[in-house]
Nanobody, 116 residues
């Protein structure tokens, strides 16, 4: 059974930066396309960025140029560098496979709050 543990969230002022980390268990991590998702208050969870096993990336338009997804297969970890944060980035952030492949499993997520 996979385990995903997100960390790195917090309270930051508009324009600030955070780096999220997601540690995954399991030996197949390097073979799986991964994504960062977020759920803002009152909204559905959305995919914000994904990265292939080879390192190709894609982003939702609202974060392009501000967020960078990366991965370290040796450490079974995927990262999300978030710069120029805006209040509308406030959400709980989760990592998971993209597309989803472990049923309804999600980690606990990490809260990101952008506020002055």
């Amino acid at each position: 059974q996979v385990q995903l543990v997100e960390s790195g969230g917090g309270l930051v002022q508009p324009g600030g930066s955070l780096r999220l980390s997601c540690a995954a268990s399991g030996s197949i991590f390097s073979l799986i396309r991964m994504g960062w998702y977020r759920r803002a208050p009152g909204k559905q969870r959305e995919l914000v960025a994904d990265i292939t096993t080879g390192g190709s990336t894609d982003y939702v338009n609202s974060v392009k140029g501000r967020f960078t997804i990366s991965r370290d297969n040796a450490k079974n970890t995927v990262y999300l560098q978030m710069n120029s944060l805006k209040p509308e980035d406030t959400a709980v952030y989760y990592c998971n496979a993209y597309p989803l492949r472990w049923g309804d499993y999600w980690g606990q997520g990490t809260q990101v709050t952008v506020s002055s």
